[in-house]
């Protein structure tokens, strides 16, 4: 992450408000898609494949100076991307906002940073001081997340605000049952993305080239959708966009979903971390909440408002922590050495470099952490994901 001035932080909280109202509106078209009956397994292919024709020449063109040749010690971490954060997320995400609501998959995305965080702090690279303001704020932000996500999950409510017209049309045909699997999904989904931000944060150290970082993994997460939308929706009647709103959805998850929003997404992430790029979520969430209700006849419900609230409380409360402490540390460099020399439950040094030096040195007496093992690594997790979807995908599909 770099220092910047002024007005490139204009510039970036510019793009981040662009981002979250751009996919405010793929949320709305996408949940009336897959009412329409369209295979959530197809959906994401076209989506992504559009993405990388869109992404790929940008990236080509506006990165050839600054792009750093890619290594083979990367190609683990780009096919972990790829698997975790387009294949995982995605199919987790559609199937999640299918059988629950735009507006509830929205609200809950706002937990999204308290997952990164938790990660962040178990694998070493976040860090509490329980002592301070700062650390008490992340702490308490934490148990805010987990909490107003938890009533979110368990309870629904009475439905507060009524829709204009009569009748529900997102709940039609699906039972508490089925919600509460829509519940589950969404929390895997947004488990995904937190690992996805804080994998893609430690590749930007190595290879700071935000566009083509998104438009590799997604050319990878797009042939990984492909085989696994094949081994389970072997109809093909269901690969064809048969109306005009399906074109448009899929044309728009393509350009503005994926590509426009994994661009601002890495560039974010580069200039401002991974927490504050998530910390923009409330504001696509009022902006679904909006257009869920004019267009999809969605009403309001008290557990989604109460634990909404109680999580948006959560979320600044974490963001206020790590914004100080960052701000304190960039005043200490003695700290900021400490910090670097302390112990680590997982040595993301040893385990993200890509020179031969560090490759040659440490990396080599852990014949885990060997360029070959990782590799290996990341095809077993590709394989067993489709394992896991292929198991489940009769159950979803019920």
Known sequence: MQPIDLFEKLKVHAALVV?????????????????DGFSPFVF??????????????????????????LEWAQLPMFLCLGTIGILGNQISYILGLRYTSASFTSAYRNSMPVFTFLISYFIGIERVKLRTREGQAKILGTTFGVTGAL??????????????????????????????LGVVILTAAFLSFAIFLILQAQLMKTFPAPLSIASISIGIG?????????????????WKLNSTSATITVV???????????????????????????????LETVAVAVLSFLFLREGF?????????????????LIWGQSKEKKDNSLQKPLLRKVRNSPKLVNWEALFCTT????????????????????????????????????LSPLIES
């Not at 979903?257 to 991974?274: E, F, N, T």
């Open 356 to 391: 031969g030096q560090c490759c040659r040195g440490r990396v080599a007496k852990s014949r885990w952490l060997s360029t070959n093992n990782l590799f290996f690594d990341g095809i077993f997790a590709s394989l067993l994901s489709f394992h896991c979807l292929n198991i």
């Open 301 to 317: 419900r008290l557990g989604s408002m109460v634990g909404a609230a109680i999580v948006v409380s959560g979320l600044y409360l």
């Open 44 to 69: 994401p292919v076209y989506r992504n494949a559009i993405a990388f024709l869109v992404l790929a020449p940008l990236a080509y063109w506006l990165e050839r100076n600054e792009r750093p040749k």
């Open 222 to 238: 797009c042939i990984e959708l492909a085989i696994l939308a094949l081994m389970i929706d072997r109809n093909f009647s269901r």
């Open 19 to 35: 981002l979250q109202l751009g996919f405010a509106g793929f949320e709305i078209l996408t949940r009336n898609l897959l009412i």
């Open 151 to 180: 009533i979110m999950s368990l309870y629904r409510g009475a439905e507060i605000i009524r829709p204009p017209s009569p009748g529900n049309r997102l709940l039609h045909g699906f039972h508490f049952s089925s919600w509460n």
């Open 252 to 282: 728009y998850a393509g350009v503005v979903a994926s590509g426009l929003v994994s661009a601002i997404q890495s560039w974010g992430v580069k200039r401002c971390g991974p927490v504050t790029v998530a910390a923009y979520q409330p």
